[in-house]
């Protein structure tokens, strides 16, 4: 049996410990010409320590010049930056001052008829067989009303002592007023006739309206003008009085009710009279 095939001992453990540093003294023993690992780890670390100040000197001069141009930059943006919307908004765009006020439409004229004795217990003339002079006025009131609104006009009927009268205030004011009556039921005197107030306001307009209404409803009824019998109760009509002093108003007689009893029949007839008449005055005609 040879001394390495022999049975280890307990100095061999003794031994098997101090091989390390046998193997160490081995390494230190090694040729100089040959690296070591320290000197390997000695020259990677000087050229670590080298790269590393080679970084670090790159990071500070990237540092300083992100710091220039970080000082720079935020004047040279507020240079270039258009002006604040504030101050321009001013001057470019200058705010409303006022809204405009819409243009109201005119209202068409305003006529107002009154239906001789409506609206009480006076029912006006009266013939033997019951023709009553408030009927004929009413009906030709609403006739004409109808002939004028189909061609514009606003139109009020109103009674003999209509709520929009009155003598102190006269504050119903329409482009036209006319009041609708009918002669009494006599035979010894036929025609119609128109008149306005004695104190008129104003006259020339009330006379044009006179002469328009008695020329248009002469034409279409036939009728002659019962000259001379223009009475104070035409003249001093209450309504003429009631309504506004620069309303021009008139009153008519629209005929006899004894010896004009046939046209007083045809009161669509009577009742274009009419409208034409006021018509042709709102339309400034001089009826001459
Ligand atoms: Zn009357």
Known sequence: ??????????????????????????????????????????????????????????????????????????????????????????????????TPTPTPTPLPPLIGLLAGHSGGADTGALCPDGLREVDITKDVANRAKQFLEARGYRVDILAEFDKRLDATKRDYAPQVFLAI????????????????????????????????????YGAATKMSVHEGS??????????????DSKSPGAIIELGFMGSDRAILGKRETLALGIADGVDGFLKGSLCQ
């Not at 091989?19 to 000087?46: C, D, F, Y």
């Not at 035979?187 to 008129?200: E, M, P």
């Open 230 to 243: 223009i009475t104070r109760d035409m003249t001093l009509y209450h309504a003429l009085n009631e309504i």
């Open 1 to 98: 049996m040879t001394a390495d095939s022999r049975p280890p001992t307990a100095n061999d453990g003794i031994l098997g410990g101090a091989a390390p540093k046998r193997r160490r003294r081995a390494q230190n023993t090694e040729p100089q010409g040959e690296p070591t690992s320290t000197m390997i780890r000695r020259v990677w670390l000087h050229r670590l320590s080298r790269v590393s100040l080679i970084a670090g000197i790159v990071l500070l001069v990237a540092a300083i010049v992100v710091g220039i141009i970080g000082v720079q930059r935020p004047a040279q943006v507020i240079a270039m930056a258009p002006a604040p919307i504030q101050t321009i908004l001013p001057t470019l765009i200058p705010l409303p001052t006022s």
């Open 181 to 216: 009556h009918v002669d009494s039921c006599v035979f010894y005197a036929s025609g119609y006739k128109v008149a306005r107030a004695d104190n008129s306001a104003i006259p020339q307009a009330d006379d044009r309206l006179v002469q328009c209404v008695s020329m248009a």
